[in-house]
Nanobody
Framework: QVQLVESGGGLVQAGGSLRLSCTAS????????MGWFRQAPGKKREFVAT?????YYADSVKGRFGISRDNAKNTVYLQMNSLKPEDTAVYYC???????????????WGQGTQVTVSS
């Protein structure tokens, strides 16, 4: 069992930056692929970025967001730059051991952290 706790969300003006963190409990963190997803009000949850054997980004965040991980700290990060109002959403981190990294059927999920970008 893995528990994930996100932090770092908040309110920021358009063009600003935030860094989200997600810390995992349990062992074998390095064996998990870690992903970030987001869900805006009235919309389906969507893929943002993932860090497994490879790193992938959604087209909407490429060049603005960066995912990284520190296995010694059991933590994955999402650095978000040049934020836009359309980035406003609840951001979730997730962990999986196998499967398609871009699908949202990850094994474990955090509770989410709110990111609000004002125009």
């Amino acid at each position: 069992q893995v528990q994930l706790v996100e932090s770092g969300g908040g309110l920021v003006q358009a063009g600003g930056s935030l860094r989200l963190s997600c810390t995992a409990s349990g062992r074998s963190f390095s064996s998990y692929a870690m992903g970030w997803f987001r869900q805006a009000p009235g919309k389906k949850r969507e893929f943002v970025a993932t860090f497994g054997d490879s790193i992938y980004y959604a087209d909407s965040v490429k060049g603005r967001f960066g995912i990284s991980r520190d296995n010694a700290k059991n933590t994955v990060y999402l650095q978000m730059n040049s934020l836009k109002p359309e980035d406003t959403a609840v951001y979730y981190c997730a962990a999986r051991t196998s499967g398609n990294l871009l699908r949202d059927d990850y094994d474990y999920w955090g509770q989410g952290t709110q990111v609000t970008v004002s125009s």
